[in-house]
């Protein structure tokens, strides 16, 4: 597998759970168990943030900082980056598109327009962590005299 493609893999993973866990009242709502307390719904949607937080900064970001740390002939940070942003809008789009199907949205016209237009910005936001961590890679390389 092209290293250059692995930040793209994290970034499908934090877009979906991103997906799954922005929705994760209506999911328990929804589901045939029984409903939790509001303080333990809050600490869910809270472990749900702090998860995608974690996989789009922790994850996406570190995998992105060593593709752009190794200098075997990887691509620059643009194309790393747009990659990474159309994978992660897909991924983003495709979770949240099973998530309402199974929820079964009243407002059609209205849930896909908003569904696409928080899969760009998803997209968007994790093509810029996934350019910041190549760069910031890339600048470390540089910086280092065995590499030179």
Same mark, same amino acid.
């Not at 099973?98 to 899969?119: E, I, K, N, R």
């Given at each position: 597998?092209?290293?250059?493609?692995?930040?793209a893999?994290?970034?499908?993973?934090?877009a979906?759970?991103?997906?799954?866990?922005?929705?994760?009242?209506?999911?328990?709502?929804?589901?045939?168990?029984?409903?939790?307390?509001?303080?333990?719904?809050?600490?869910?949607?809270?472990?749900?943030?702090?998860?995608?937080?974690?996989?789009?900064?922790?994850?996406?970001?570190?995998?992105?900082?060593?593709?752009?740390?190794?200098?075997? /002939? @990887?691509?620059? %940070?643009?194309? &790393?980056? =747009? *990659?990474?942003?159309?994978? $992660?809008? #897909? +991924?983003?789009?495709?979770a949240?598109?099973?998530?309402?199907?199974?929820?079964?949205?009243?407002?059609?016209?209205?849930?896909?327009?908003?569904?696409? /237009? @928080?899969?760009? %910005?998803?997209? &968007?936001? =994790? *093509?810029?962590?996934?350019? $910041?961590? #190549? +760069?910031?890679?890339?600048?470390?390389?540089?910086?280092?005299?065995?590499?030179?």
């Amino acid at each position: 597998m092209n290293r250059a493609l692995l930040p793209a893999v994290a970034a499908a993973v934090a877009a979906g759970t991103t997906s799954v866990t922005r929705r994760i009242a209506p999911i328990l709502l929804e589901s045939p168990i029984d409903l939790p307390a509001t303080s333990v719904l809050s600490l869910y949607v809270a472990g749900g943030r702090f998860v995608s937080f974690a996989l789009a900064y922790g994850l996406l970001l570190g995998v992105a900082y060593r593709v752009g740390r190794t200098g075997d /002939g @990887s691509p620059d %940070g643009g194309s &790393v980056a =747009l *990659a990474t942003g159309l994978v $992660a809008a #897909v +991924a983003y789009l495709v979770a949240t598109a099973g998530t309402l199907l199974w929820l079964g949205p009243q407002q059609g016209a209205v849930t896909a327009v908003l569904a696409v /237009g @928080s899969s760009v %910005g998803v997209g &968007v936001q =994790l *093509a810029v962590v996934a350019f $910041a961590g #190549v +760069a910031l890679g890339q600048s470390r390389r540089r910086d280092d005299p065995e590499d030179a």
